[in-house]
């Protein structure tokens, strides 16, 4: 009706409504009727949110890896992220940006730099059977991360599902374990 709006968000979102370039309104859970034509609303989602990640790099010995895993983060600072990313949302609470998948990203670049010094200074078979090292080096980088505490952004927690090399090296890696089992039960 003539450009008013009316519009509602759950507890676990935090929301800033903007108007002639100033906040009007801010906080989690928000209902409120407004005016579209000068109204802009921020929507950010303060649950936990996973970032799967999967990459490539090379261990001490120059052996390339597969690294998979997950990271868990939580927005702890909303009005910081809505400064440095685009939340906005259209009448009916979705988001216009795109901007879920930037943040993800950003926070998968910050594990892969992490995961990089950590294989740097393994051989491929330390890397392999360190994931739980690895999971642990990668949450450390994140909390103490300028780039992501910037953001307003809490990590919870890393799980590396997986260290796998190429199958050329698991073929081999499979045979010395086969002759290795051989061996010892002809013994």
């Known amino acids: 009706m003539f450009g008013f709006k009316f519009i509602k968000f759950d507890a676990m979102t935090y929301v800033l409504q903007y108007k002639d370039g100033s906040i009007k309104r801010e906080g989690r859970g928000l209902s409120f009727w407004y005016y579209r034509p000068t109204t802009s609303i921020v929507a950010i989602p303060m649950g936990s949110d996973d970032a799967p990640?999967?990459?490539?790099?090379?261990?001490?010995?120059?052996?390339?890896?597969?690294?998979?895993?997950?990271?868990?983060?939580?927005?702890?600072?909303?009005?910081?992220?809505?400064?440095?990313?685009?939340?906005?949302?259209?009448?009916?609470?979705?988001?216009?940006?795109?901007?879920?998948?930037?943040?993800?990203?950003?926070?998968?670049?910050?594990?892969?730099?992490?995961?990089?010094?950590?294989?740097?200074?393994?051989?491929?078979?330390?890397?392999?059977?360190?994931?739980?090292?690895?999971?642990?080096?990668?949450?450390?980088?994140?909390?103490?991360?300028?780039?992501?505490?910037?953001?307003?952004?809490?990590?919870?927690?890393?799980?590396?599902?997986?260290?796998k090399p190429t199958p050329e090296m698991a073929r081999a890696f499979e045979a010395e374990t086969r002759d290795a089992l051989q061996v010892e039960s002809d013994q």
């Open 53 to 163: 990640f999967i990459f490539e790099d090379s261990t001490k010995d120059f052996q390339t890896v597969t690294v998979q895993g997950e990271i868990t983060y939580q927005i702890t600072d909303p009005k910081r992220l809505a400064d440095l990313l685009d939340f906005t949302v259209d009448a009916k609470g979705r988001n216009v940006s795109g901007n879920y998948e930037k943040l993800s990203q950003r926070i998968v670049n910050e594990a892969q730099a992490a995961a990089s010094v950590f294989l740097g200074e393994n051989s491929l078979r330390e890397a392999m059977a360190g994931s739980k090292v690895l999971e642990s080096a990668i949450l450390t980088q994140l909390q103490n991360s300028e780039a992501i505490q910037s953001i307003g952004i809490k990590p919870l927690s890393v799980i590396v599902l997986s260290v």
